[in-house]
């Protein structure tokens, strides 16, 4: 077994019932129902997310690892 430990992901969301999403924050700020806060988050694609689970469950190296997933780091102003 392998561990994914994704920052925020983003990205579009499969279905409208996603729960809080990234997409949720993010329609949440503009409507002015979440702060913007001042803040960086790092952020990760959810086909990234997606991808470092296959390769985790393909890949025999992997087996007792953790694997973080993070990318750019960005203010949530920025993302907002």
Do not use: C, Y
């Amino acid at each position: 077994m392998a561990t994914i430990n994704p920052s925020l992901v983003v990205g579009k969301p499969l279905h409208t019932h996603a729960g809080f999403s990234s997409a949720e924050i993010v329609m949440k700020m503009f409507t002015g129902e979440f702060p913007v806060l001042n803040v960086k988050f790092g952020l990760v694609r959810v086909e990234d997310v997606s991808l470092a689970h296959l390769r985790a469950i393909t890949t025999p190296e992997a087996a007792g690892k953790r694997f973080i997933l993070s990318g750019e780091n960005i203010w949530l102003r920025e993302v907002a």
